[in-house]
């Protein structure tokens, strides 16, 4: 069968990735089965999707550089997951791509389905509050279905994504981030980023789950109390890389979780939050609880101490404030 249409623009992306010199326009032509003149149509439409791709009479053409865009292609370039995006889809705008992979995972996509789109007009956070989403984030939903956890168990899927994140980050850019339970990303004590889990489940029974990331990388014009890895060294990150990284984590922590083994990871990130020996005020369905941040359990839950001592198990909240306990 012949390849058509973004195919093409795919095979032609991998035939000059595989060729570190030129290509001759009339070889690869050729190898696609396809006219000199449709060869050109696709590399001009990929040159307006962001290739710069240079061609030279009688030498051809050469891969220049990619666009730092969630194009499918480039999200799956040399990534080596397993299951993890090997579906993807990509937006250019979107409401949120909440609601898309939810449509999906109610259609039976496979686990491990991915979208990701450059901006969101209505990004979701928890609680029905709102994710701003401008151009130079990462903004991705995917999409899960852990066969071995129990609705109470799924408070640490969102911990161990938001630990995939930070050591995505690291491992890129050499930035440490820390984490704020249940599911902020900080980089000096502002909130760089989130994760949002919404569950489809059936009694306790899991029946898929919407993990959603959004990082401010890039971005400018944040709300208070909000910064970018852009704003905060002072130059620019490829955005590609950076989730590339978060993806191959998440993919590792994941399938460690589903093998019960969770507790170095639920460690690590116990690590990085910036709450142990806090006072804290929670908001928990609409009543407000006050005590000492103490450490999570083994599910993922906030151990808060009351001031009468006792400990309080949390699976899930909104920390209202916190203060340094003197
Ligand atoms: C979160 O909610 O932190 C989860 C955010 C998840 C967003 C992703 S993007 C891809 C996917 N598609 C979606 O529609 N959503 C997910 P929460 O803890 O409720 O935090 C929301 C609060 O963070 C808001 O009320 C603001 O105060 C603040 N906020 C909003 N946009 C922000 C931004 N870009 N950066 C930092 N803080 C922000």
């Known amino acids: 069968m012949k390849p058509s249409g973004k195919n093409l623009d795919y095979l032609i992306v991998q035939a000059l990735r595989d060729d570190s010199g030129y290509f001759s326009g009339e ?43 969630f194009y ?7 990534l080596g997951t397993k299951f993890l995006a090997t579906q993807v889809y990509y937006y250019d705008a979107v409401d949120s791509t909440q609601k898309i992979a939810w449509q999906l995972g109610l259609e039976g996509a496979p686990e491990g389905t991915i979208v990701f789109t450059e901006t969101q007009s209505k990004g979701r956070g928890r609680l029905e509050r709102k994710w701003i989403s401008p151009a130079g984030g990462i903004y ?40 704020k339970w249940p599911n902020d990303i900080l980089v000096s004590g502002k909130k760089l980023g989130g994760v949002l889990c919404e ?8 029946l898929f789950l919407i993990a959603g990331v959004g990082i401010n990388i890039n971005s400018k014009d944040l709300p208070s109390g909000a910064t970018s890895l852009h704003l905060y060294a002072k130059k620019k990150f490829r955005r590609l890389d950076i989730t590339q990284e978060i993806i191959r984590q998440i993919e590792a ?25 806090k006072h804290l005020e929670l908001k928990l369905s609409g009543k407000i609880i006050e005590g000492t941040a103490v450490n999570i359990d083994d599910k993922g839950y906030l151990i808060l101490r009351v001031d009468n001592g006792t400990q309080h198990k949390v699976s899930a909240g909104d920390i209202v404030k916190v203060r340094s306990c003197r």
């Open 27 to 69: 070889e690869l032509a050729s190898k696609l089965g396809i006219s000199r003149q449709a060869l050109w149509k696709h590399i001009s439409n990929l040159t307006d999707r962001g290739y710069d791709i240079t061609a030279v009479p009688h030498r051809g053409y050469k891969l220049v550089s990619s666009p730092d865009k």
């Open 72 to 78: 499918p292609e480039e999200v799956k370039y040399k």
């Open 140 to 179: 991705f939903s995917l999409l899960l279905r852990p066969k071995s956890l129990l609705l109470s168990e799924i408070t640490q899927i969102s911990l161990i994504i938001s630990l995939a994140c930070l050591k995505g980050i690291k491992e890129t850019t050499g930035i440490d981030c820390q984490v």
């Open 199 to 206: 569950i489809n489940a059936e009694a306790d029974r899991v």
């Open 253 to 277: 922590a994941y399938l460690k979780v589903q093998q019960g083994e969770s507790g170095e990871l639920l460690a690590e990130w116990s690590k990085s939050c910036i709450l142990w020996g």
